[in-house]
């Protein structure tokens, strides 16, 4: 079996993801704790060192570095016969939600939470049009998730790991409570929060928090 050391800081949703998908694969990894807050990331020495992409999370696979968490999830998917779509038409919903999710519901939610929860004075117009995105993006997988039990069918595969990662943080850091504003994707969340060893990114993930500034 490959040993896995996860680079990671917890309010990372990204990280949670691989977190997640080597747990629910009943795999375990060794975790490395960045100081994304005090700026390590954007130093020379670390992109040199870890990620020259300078970006987290990165996995080592037996001392190999892989960074960018969907062709990661692809991967892992493929290693263990998990979370990938058995179907022809179920691999390519899960590509297609997978690729929406990081340039849209992800990439917006991301950058959405760090502005409005750990940053100390957040432009309000910068916070308005993220907002809006979101609930336009929310709106959509609201409606989807009306008519299925996940992103991708009748089963749960990597385009729900990877959706369902910045949503699942507590309501006062991302700023929704969708129990209220959007009862099907906290159905959803449910659905997924009840697999077999299902666990929260603060409990995978731990080591120093970013501050909360609401």
């Not at 975790?31 to 040199?48: M, Y």
């Not at 960074?67 to 390519?92: H, N, V």
């Not at 117009?125 to 979101?134: A, C, G, I, P």
Request: proline content about 6%; hydrophobic content about 40%; aromatic content about 14%.
């Amino acid at each position: 079996m490959p040993n896995y050391r996860l680079h990671y800081f917890p309010e990372s949703g990204n990280s949670y993801k691989l977190a997640l998908m080597l747990t629910l694969c009943g795999k375990t990894f060794e975790p490395v704790w960045t100081d994304f807050a005090g700026g390590v990331t954007r130093s020379a020495e670390w992109r040199k060192a870890v990620n020259e992409m300078g970006e987290i999370p990165v996995l080592e696979e037996d001392g190999v570095r892989l960074t960018q968490t969907a062709p990661i999830l692809l991967k892992l998917a493929e290693q263990y016969g998990r979370f990938g779509g058995d179907s022809d038409e179920e691999k390519f919903e899960v590509l297609r939600w997978l690729f929406w999710d990081n340039h849209k519901l992800s990439g917006y939610m991301a950058t959405y939470r760090f502005f409005r929860t750990f940053t100390p004075s957040p432009d309000a117009n910068v916070l308005k049009f993220l907002r809006r995105r979101l609930d336009d993006f929310l709106g959509i997988l609201e409606q989807h998730m009306q008519q299925h039990a996940f992103a991708a069918g009748k089963q749960p595969t990597i385009a729900d790991i990877s959706m369902i990662a910045y949503l699942h943080y507590p309501s006062d850091e991302t700023g929704y409570d969708f129990k209220v504003s959007h009862p099907a994707i906290d159905g959803w969340l449910r659905r997924v929060a009840a697999l077999p060893g299902w666990c929260s990114a603060y409990d995978l993930l731990p080591g120093n928090r970013l501050t909360h500034y609401v």
